[in-house]
Nanobody, 115 residues
Framework: QVQLVESGGGLVQAGGSLRLSCAAS????????MGWYRQAPGKQRELVAR???????QYADSVKGRFTISRDYAKNMVYLQMNSLTPEDTAVYYC?????????WGQGTQVTVSS
């Protein structure tokens, strides 16, 4: 069982930055993938970024060059640094962990970008 708790969401103006944090209850070194997903109103949940156990990263095309995912093994934390935010980034952001055979989700944190 892995519990994930997100923090760091909020309201920011377009062009601004936010850093999301995800605290995991398990050693993240044992987790195959950790990532961030988002869901905007009326849209499906989509992958934003993820990192695997050997720190290989994957990003959605829409956030490449603006967002950076990172892991802190000592603190069992995963971060999402979001720069140059646009209103299209407005969504609930969810932390995700894949520890086979199960997938775990946080409760989500709201990010709102005003124009």
């Amino acid at each position: 069982q892995v519990q994930l708790v997100e923090s760091g969401g909020g309201l920011v103006q377009a062009g601004g930055s936010l850093r999301l944090s995800c605290a995991a209850s398990a050693r993240i070194s044992s987790i195959h993938y950790m990532g961030w997903y988002r869901q905007a109103p009326g849209k499906q949940r989509e992958l934003v970024a993820r990192v695997n156990s050997v720190t290989s990263t994957q990003y959605a095309d829409s956030v490449k060059g603006r967002f950076t995912i990172s892991r802190d093994y000592a603190k069992n934390m995963v971060y999402l640094q979001m720069n140059s935010l646009t209103p299209e980034d407005t969504a609930v952001y969810y932390c995700n962990a894949y520890l086979p055979p199960r997938e775990y989700w946080g409760q989500g944190t709201q990010v709102t970008v005003s124009s």
